[in-house]
């Protein structure tokens, strides 16, 4: 019988999403785990895919090269924080002999400083790994910078701006202090228009970013920031599904509309639990899918999966480094008469492809069905839509600093 060493994030007695924001705020790559109590007692957890990816990402191990048995074992140095108090000790990652190795990871001492569905927190650190019981620390004290066990262990692991970034933003002081200039073009896309020619970026149709690598998008102050945002489109693999279109699809799974007089399925599906329509998404770690699947009978039928690595791909495309400029505006929208001052930006960067199946987990990115039957029978849909909403977008990037430039 397989050891249940670690399980889902949700389960944790402490809010994840909460959490990550708070590392994501102190600038810090992060990732989780959640022993169990059998996990504790047999001194083991399960190296997940989020930590795995970790770790081959910052460069600290690679499970996929990894021999199994104890002889192949390997050894990493840790700073581990619980309860006010600093250990350091080693973490191994390993594969056993048995069966199919299922990858392996243990903190030293980790009994000693942590109790089944505490919430452990994996930072890289130069010399190896930095481990903190989120559950039995006090977070806001351990992360702010004039703090001692900050400046001693977490600083070397800060994230950093590029120098393309520090020079934007010196430009972008500089257009602050200008205060409210008039538009240079009239219309929604003046905000835009008007802050890349103070910038001297010259108007072209590129997707290519806005300046040195960095994207710049502009907005009008306005309310809102809690709504729900596309972040990418990314159909099923249709060769890997059981259903092989979003025709088959909506003739399965659709309902008919009273109201729009067809047949269709247009909702939201979620990791966390099913919809009306007893649709839930699914993450199979071990063949490294995300999947859809149907809740009204057991075991659950798979209708369609996606692969990880394309979806991170996607997400990849859509999101590098970016300023998101907001200005207030004086004068009526859209008019020659309207004018913005650029004060408020908030910088993202470096996409964290980590945490992408961990918001999927939590509930914080959902999938959205946008399939409608078309009059001659067929099926149109509107793109298969990643969406969060737009205050959760921060946690998605290695650091987010948010900089008011009036002050």
Same mark, same amino acid.
């Given at each position: 019988m397989k050891i249940k060493a670690s399980i889902m994030l949700s389960s944790a007695n402490l809010n994840v999403t909460d959490t990550l924001r708070l590392f994501k705020s102190a600038r810090l790559k992060v990732s989780f785990l959640v022993p169990t109590a059998t996990g504790l007692e047999k001194s083991i957890m399960d190296a997940t895919a989020e930590i795995r990816e970790f770790m081959l990402l910052?460069?600290?191990?690679?499970?996929?090269?990894?021999g199994q048995g104890q002889e192949h074992k390997v050894l990493l140095n840790t700073t581990l924080l619980s309860q006010g108090?600093?250990?350091y000790t080693q973490?191994? @990652?390993?594969?056993?002999s048995t069966k199919s190795g299922d990858p392996r990871i243990w903190i030293g001492g980790l009994k000693q400083f942590s109790s089944p569905y505490d919430l452990l927190a994996i930072l890289a650190s130069p010399n190896g790994i930095v481990a903190i019981n989120c559950s039995q620390s006090e977070l806001s004290s351990l992360l702010d910078p004039s703090g001692m066990y900050?400046?001693?262990?977490?600083?070397?692991?800060?994230?950093t701006e590029s120098e393309p970034a520090r020079e934007l933003l010196e430009k972008m002081k500089e257009v602050a202090k200008l205060g409210y200039v008039q538009t240079k073009r009239m219309g929604d896309t003046g905000v835009g228009f008007t802050l890349e020619t103070l910038l001297g970026i010259e108007a072209n149709s590129s997707k290519s970013p806005d300046y040195k690598g960095i994207e710049i998008k502009s907005k009008r102050q306005r309310g809102g920031a809690g709504r729900r945002t596309t972040?990418?489109?990314?159909?099923?693999?249709?060769?890997l599904s059981r259903l092989k279109g979003s025709k088959e699809l909506l003739d399965e799974r659709g309902r008919y509309s009273e109201k729009k007089q067809r047949n269709q399925l247009i909702h939201e599906l979620s990791v966390v639990k099913a919809n009306s329509f007893d649709l839930r998404l699914q993450i199979d770690p071990s063949n490294d899918y995300l999947k859809q699947v149907w809740t009204a009978q057991e075991p659950y039928m798979m209708d369609v999966l996606w692969e990880f690595?394309?979806? /991170?791909?996607?997400?990849?495309? /859509?999101?590098?480094?970016?300023?998101w400029v907001?200005?207030?505006?004086?004068?009526?929208?859209?008019?020659?008469?309207?004018?913005f001052w650029y004060r408020n930006i908030k910088h993202t960067g470096g996409l964290d492809s980590t945490v992408f199946p961990?918001?999927?987990? @939590?509930?914080?990115?959902?999938?959205?069905?946008?399939?409608?039957?078309?009059p001659s029978g067929g099926a149109k849909d509107q793109g298969y839509l990643f969406k969060m909403n737009s205050s959760d977008l921060d946690l998605l990037f290695e650091h987010v600093t948010e900089y008011d430039l009036a002050s």
């Open positions: 910052n460069r600290l191990h690679d499970y996929s090269k990894q108090r600093v250990e973490t191994s @990652l390993y594969r056993p900050y400046k001693e262990i977490l600083a070397p692991a800060v994230v972040i990418f489109s990314q159909v099923p693999n249709w060769n690595p394309l979806l /991170k791909q996607r997400l990849s495309e /859509k999101h590098q480094e970016t300023f907001t200005a207030e505006t004086d004068g009526k929208n859209g008019t020659e008469t309207e004018s961990i918001l999927l987990e @939590l509930g914080v990115i959902t999938l959205g069905y946008t399939i409608k039957a078309t």
